[in-house]
C-alpha cells in the first residue's frame, strides 16, 4: 500500500504545471477518476458521454458534474462512491423526466439500484436541478475529459450548496476548497447573500 501511495504522488508531480484553467487541478487530471485508495476506476468519460447523449436526445436541457467529483476537480484527491449528474429538465412535470431517462439508460445497458443508475457497476445519481442548483448549471465551468465535453460545477457553487445542506461532510467539503482551491470570493459572497447561506465559522 505504501508503494501504490509512492507511485500515485510521482504520477501527480508529474503534472503540477498544468494549467488549472484547462483541465482542473493537476490532481484532478491525475487521478483520472480513480477512487483513493481503490484499484477500481471510475468510468467518468462514460457517464459524461452518456449525459451528453441525454442532452441530444432532447430528455434533458442541460447538466453539469457535482457533487464530490466536481469538488476533486479543485482539490486533492479523497474517496467518493459515486457520481451526481445535475441536470435541467426539459420535462416540467413532478417527474422531471426521471422516468424517461431511465429507461433510456437501462436500454443502454445500465442498471438500477434503489436510488442510483450502475454503469460498470459504478453508481451514478441524476437529480433534477431548482434553484441554486440549476443556477450552478447555468454557469458550470466547460471542461474536457478523455475528449468528453462536459461541465462541472465551479468551486463557489460547490460551496454554497454545500453549506445550504450542511452536513458534516459538506463542511468538511468546504474547508477543503477554501483551502485548495482558487475562489472567486465576491461571486462567493454573491451567492450566499442571494440564497441567505452563511459560511461555517470555525
Known amino acids: 500500500?505504501?508503494?501504490?501511495?509512492?507511485?500515485?504522488?510521482?504520477?501527480?508531480?508529474?503534472?503540477?504545471?498544468t494549467p488549472i484553467s484547462d483541465v482542473g487541478t493537476p490532481l484532478?487530471?491525475?487521478y483520472k477518476g480513480k477512487m483513493a485508495g481503490e484499484p477500481s476506476g471510475i468510468p467518468l468519460a462514460d457517464v459524461l458521454r452518456a449525459a451528453?447523449?441525454?442532452?441530444?436526445?432532447?430528455?434533458i436541457k442541460d447538466y453539469a458534474?457535482?457533487?464530490?467529483?466536481?469538488?476533486?476537480y479543485y482539490t486533492e484527491p479523497f474517496t467518493t462512491y459515486d457520481a451526481d449528474i445535475i441536470?435541467?429538465?426539459?420535462?416540467?412535470?413532478?417527474?422531471a423526466g426521471v422516468p424517461a431517462?431511465?429507461?433510456?439508460?437501462?436500454?443502454?445497458?445500465?442498471?438500477?439500484?434503489?436510488?442510483?443508475?450502475?454503469?460498470?457497476?459504478?453508481?451514478?445519481?441524476?437529480?433534477a436541478a431548482s434553484g441554486l442548483t440549476e443556477e450552478a448549471v447555468q454557469e458550470a465551468r466547460e471542461i474536457e475529459y478523455e475528449g468528453v465535453p462536459a461541465k462541472v460545477f465551479r468551486p463557489e457553487y460547490i460551496i454554497a450548496i454545500a453549506a445550504s445542506v450542511g452536513r458534516s461532510k459538506d463542511l468538511a467539503r468546504i474547508e477543503q476548497l477554501l483551502e485548495q482551491a482558487k475562489i472567486d470570493k465576491p461571486m462567493l459572497d454573491d451567492i450566499l447573500r442571494r440564497y441567505n447561506l452563511k459560511l461555517p465559522t470555525k
Open 1 to 17: 500500500m505504501h508503494r501504490k501511495r509512492l507511485t500515485m504522488r510521482k504520477n501527480l508531480i508529474r503534472l503540477i504545471s
Open 28 to 30: 484532478w487530471q491525475a
Open 52 to 59: 451528453n447523449e441525454l442532452v441530444s436526445a432532447g430528455l
Open 65 to 72: 458534474l457535482g457533487g464530490a467529483l466536481a469538488a476533486i
Open 87 to 95: 441536470f435541467v429538465a426539459s420535462d416540467k412535470t413532478l417527474s
Open 101 to 127: 431517462i431511465y429507461s433510456h439508460l437501462q436500454s443502454k445497458g445500465w442498471r438500477v439500484e434503489r436510488e442510483h443508475l450502475l454503469i460498470k457497476d459504478f453508481p451514478v445519481q441524476f437529480l
